[in-house]
C-alpha cells in the first residue's frame, strides 16, 4: 500500500554516479530530495555513490554535505545509501553513504547465511571514525523484476543482482513499515529501532559493519 515517488537520473558512464541527471561532480542534491519531499516522500533510498572510480573512498564529500543539509532541515525525512562495492577490505565505504545523518546500508548472503558478509561490500569505519554502514541486509543473487526486451508482450521478466544497491531499498521498505505501525516516528528514532534490534556479524567488528544484519520480526 506505499505509495513510490520514481526519480529517473539515466545512465551514462562516468567517473561519478554513472547518472546524468546529478551531474559529474554531483550537482546540489536538496532540489532532488525537495522534489520527492514535495510529493509526499518521507524516505529516500538510494543505490548508487558519486566517487565510483575514486581510488580513495570513505571520505567526507559536498554530496554528504548536501545529506546532512536537507536532512537538518526536514527532520522527518530519512535517506538511505548502499555502501557500495569495494569489499571486503575496511575504510572502503563510498560517498554519500558516509553522510553523518543518512543510513549506510551493507550486504550480507541471502538465505540460511543471511549471517555472513557478502564479499563485495563496502566496510567501514569512515576516515574521520565514524560507523558505516549501520547495519547489513541481504544483498547476493536478489531476485527481481526485469523487462523481458518484448515490446509486443507483457513485458514481465526477472533478474538475479548482487550488490549493496539490492540491499538498500530492502532496508528502506522495513523503515516503510515501522512507519506504517507508528507514523510518528523520527527517522533517529527508525535508526535506533533498525541497529538495536540488528544481528551483529560474526566475525566482524562493529566499526566495519555496524550493528549487523536488521530482523524485521523483532
Not at 520514481?6 to 561519478?16: E, S, T, V
Not at 564529500?61 to 527532520?75: G, I, P
Request: glycine share 10%.
Amino acid at each position: 500500500g506505499a505509495r513510490l515517488v520514481i526519480q529517473d537520473g539515466g545512465l551514462q558512464i562516468n567517473a561519478c554516479a554513472d547518472l546524468p541527471g546529478i551531474g559529474c561532480p554531483v550537482v546540489d542534491l536538496n532540489p532532488i530530495f525537495q522534489q520527492t519531499y514535495d510529493q509526499g516522500a518521507r524516505i529516500h533510498t538510494n543505490s548508487w555513490g558519486d566517487q565510483e572510480d575514486n581510488p580513495v573512498q570513505n571520505d567526507y564529500t559536498a554530496a554528504c554535505q548536501d545529506v546532512d543539509e536537507f536532512m537538518w532541515n526536514h527532520k522527518d525525512f530519512l535517506v538511505f545509501f548502499a555502501a557500495g562495492n569495494s569489499g571486503p577490505g575496511t575504510a572502503t565505504v563510498g560517498s554519500p553513504s558516509t553522510a553523518k545523518s543518512a543510513v549506510s546500508v551493507g550486504a550480507t548472503l541471502r538465505g540460511t547465511s543471511a549471517n555472513s558478509m557478502a564479499s563485495f561490500s563496502s566496510c567501514g569505519p569512515t576516515d574521520d571514525g565514524r560507523i558505516k554502514p549501520e547495519v547489513t541486509v541481504p544483498g547476493s543473487s536478489i531476485i527481481s523484476a526485469a523487462n523481458d526486451g518484448n515490446i509486443t508482450s507483457n513485458n514481465c521478466n526477472t533478474r538475479s543482482m548482487s550488490g549493496t544497491s539490492m540491499a538498500t531499498p530492502f532496508t528502506a521498505g522495513t523503515a516503510a513499515l515501522l512507519l506504517e505501525a507508528n507514523p510518528n516516528l523520527s527517522p533517529d528514532e527508525v535508526e535506533l529501532i533498525l541497529t538495536r534490534s540488528a544481528t551483529p556479524m560474526p566475525g566482524y567488528a562493529y566499526h566495519e559493519v555496524g550493528a549487523g544484519y536488521i530482523n524485521v520480526l523483532k
